[in-house]
């Protein structure tokens, strides 16, 4: 008998979308994540923002939190930006289930908006529109398509082991980390020094990206680092 897969929760939207002659709110996710964390070795589970309690993160064993829409500003107490274009439904459930993530120790990856969120779960803040930061617009150059970041990780990170020096990401993003959470520590950047990755200063396996890693199926070495940190039972429950 083969051994079970890891259960990987995969956060959702909740919003519009089309199947057949219908066209109605469904819980959707991306086929990117789904595939990405598919072809690492896990099976993913859809984490709708409404009915999941954030106690499913007793019963899973890894933890993706994917992009989407940007935070409400109010969340990190500032005055929107003309710029932000927020869609809270989601703010308040992600914010808990990854607080619950961390608190039991569940390996969890946070991508694009994803590391948002665990930055301002934590106590920290956004800048609401980086081409005003950096002076450029390459993370976001055409609506709907993707762009390219090179990072450079911090020698003897987390994200530095998985990836090496150096890596080349799609991005896709208007928004980043501005005041850094307390306990979390800048492990990667770009060359314009916005913050491309971040983990946990504690003990667990807790690593955001500002990038877009399953967008690119010809490198799945972050969801295959998630998966084996999902496979080892070192969870408090």
Avoid at 94 to 99: D, G, I, K, M, Y
Wanted: charged share 15%.
């Amino acid at each position: 008998m083969s051994p079970a897969r890891p259960r990987i929760g995969l956060t959702t939207y909740y919003k519009e979308a089309a199947w057949g002659v219908w066209r109605r709110e469904a819980a959707i996710v991306p086929s990117s994540y789904v595939e990405a964390v598919v072809r690492a070795g896990g099976t993913p589970l859809l984490l709708p923002p409404i009915g999941s309690d954030v106690s499913i993160v007793h019963d899973l064993d890894g933890l993706v939190l994917i992009g989407g829409s940007d935070l409400d500003p109010a969340t990190y107490a500032a005055p929107a930006h003309p710029a932000s274009a927020p869609e809270p439904y989601r703010d308040e459930y992600e914010f808990a289930l990854v607080r619950a993530a961390l608190e039991v120790g569940l390996p969890t990856l946070a991508i694009c908006r994803g590391i948002q969120v665990l930055n301002v779960a934590l106590g920290g803040t956004l800048h609401q529109h980086v081409p005003e930061v950096v002076g450029h617009s390459r993370y976001q150059l055409t609506p709907g398509v993707f762009g390219d970041v090179t990072v450079s990780t911090e020698p003897g990170s987390l994200i530095a082991s998985i990836v090496g020096p150096t890596f080349a990401s799609p991005c896709y993003h208007h928004q980043s980390i501005d005041e850094v959470a307390r306990g979390l520590v800048v492990t990667a950047a770009s060359d314009d020094s916005v913050i491309q990755a971040v983990e946990t200063t504690s003990a667990g396996w807790a690593l955001g990206v500002q990038f877009h890693p399953e967008e690119n199926a010809d490198d799945d070495r972050l969801f295959a680092a998630l998966i084996t940190a999902a496979q080892q039972p070192v969870r408090a429950h």
